[in-house]
């Protein structure tokens, strides 16, 4: 049964009437910090992990928009297609597309096979269906609502999206913000972003948002490195491996963290292992004259947020070389449940 059309609230007719086009509503973005916000009026939503989206519906005529200003209505028809019939008249909302994976999480893997299609969407909708997240409400009924505190933006949002299915509220919580991010964290999502009940909707990076991730650590063996590009000194990033039985896994390569002592120091030590053989004997590692690779006996420590289903590392973070384990002892590390 549809549900029934949304009344518009008495006290929107004093807010002022908004243009909806794409200009009018530049985003809001949270500020990274490491610790959990405390104290009261803090409200805890998922870190979705997806891509940004805006939604426009001005006119009946619905229109999806990227952070970087690209118009994407035609990369998700059925989030277009579920934002049409909503009641709430000529509306703004904030939100995030992502693709859900067999556990009901989100999976920037699999979102990507529907990130840059402008062929084949159709088919490629039924495959991997996307689902939009939205937790901000910016418009409604042509009125501006980003005056208005975030938790009164939020009850109207809830209204809007009281039936679940290709457009779903994004809930939140309130209360032990640490609670939530260790429970994000332990059922492997990206993080938390803790937002002020009472913020209106600023534009630019706010401290009234902030986003708190979800990170995994472990040891590599390096098996080799990339040529530095720009002004980038020494090398570009190094390639990583973990074994499995005797062989060395390809798991991919990680540049950022090294500041340029860091890159001349490790750079300094890898020369000397320069070899032709790739050590990798599993995996795809890339090909090319940029490419070197160097006898794996050195251990370092990457931070990064995932593994892919192709056994990579997703934003890895290079942290320091590790003198303490030896490169047959590198495995992959998995969680598991103590009995006690």
């Known amino acids: 049964m549809a549900a029934p059309p949304m009344r518009t609230p008495r006290r929107l007719a004093t807010l002022p009437r908004v243009r909806l086009a794409p200009a009018s509503f530049p985003l ?30 001005a006119g009946g005529r619905v229109e999806l928009w990227a952070r970087s200003g690209a118009r994407v209505t035609d990369r998700y028809p059925e989030i277009a297609a579920a934002l049409a019939p909503l009641g709430g008249g000529d ?32 088919r490629a ?22 005056g208005l ?16 299915g290709a457009v779903r509220y994004a809930d939140h919580v309130e209360g032990d913000g640490a609670a939530f991010l260790d429970a994000a964290c332990k059922a492997g999502l990206e993080g938390v972003v803790a ?22 650590r472990q040891e590599f063996v390096i098996g080799g490195y990339t040529d530095p590009k720009g002004t980038r000194a020494g090398l570009g990033a190094v390639h990583l491996g973990v074994y499995e039985g005797d062989d060395l896994v390809y798991a991919g390569r990680a540049g950022s963290g090294l500041d340029r002592a860091g890159l001349d120091e490790l750079a300094a030590r890898l020369r000397p292992l320069t070899t032709e053989r790739c050590p990798f004997t599993r995996g795809s590692p890339p090909r090319g004259p940029e490419h070197h690779w ?21 934003h890895p973070v290079y942290l320091g070389l590790r003198t303490d384990r030896r490169p047959r002892e590198v495995r992959v590390e998995r969680a598991v449940t103590p009995r006690s």
């Open 28 to 57: 809001m973005l949270p500020t990274l910090v490491e610790e959990v916000p405390r104290g009261p009026g803090w409200l805890f939503e998922l870190k979705w992990d997806g891509v940004r989206v805006l939604a426009l519906r």
């Open 91 to 122: 509306l703004a909302l904030d939100g995030e597309v992502v693709a859900l994976d067999a556990a009901g999480r989100p999976s920037f893997e699999r979102l990507q096979r529907r990130m840059h299609l402008v062929r084949d969407v159709a």
């Open 125 to 146: 909708a039924v495959r991997v269906p996307a689902t939009a997240y939205f937790y901000d409400c910016l418009a409604l009924f042509g009125r501006d609502l980003r």
């Open 149 to 164: 505190p975030l938790a009164d933006r939020k009850a109207l949002l809830r209204e809007l999206l009281a039936a679940p």
């Open 195 to 216: 937002k002020r009940g009472d913020a209106r909707y600023l534009a630019g990076r706010r401290t009234e948002w902030r986003k708190i991730k979800c990170v995994k």
């Open 294 to 314: 160097v006898r794996p006996v050195l251990v370092c420590e990457v931070r990064f947020s995932e593994w892919t289903s192709e056994g990579l590392v997703r």
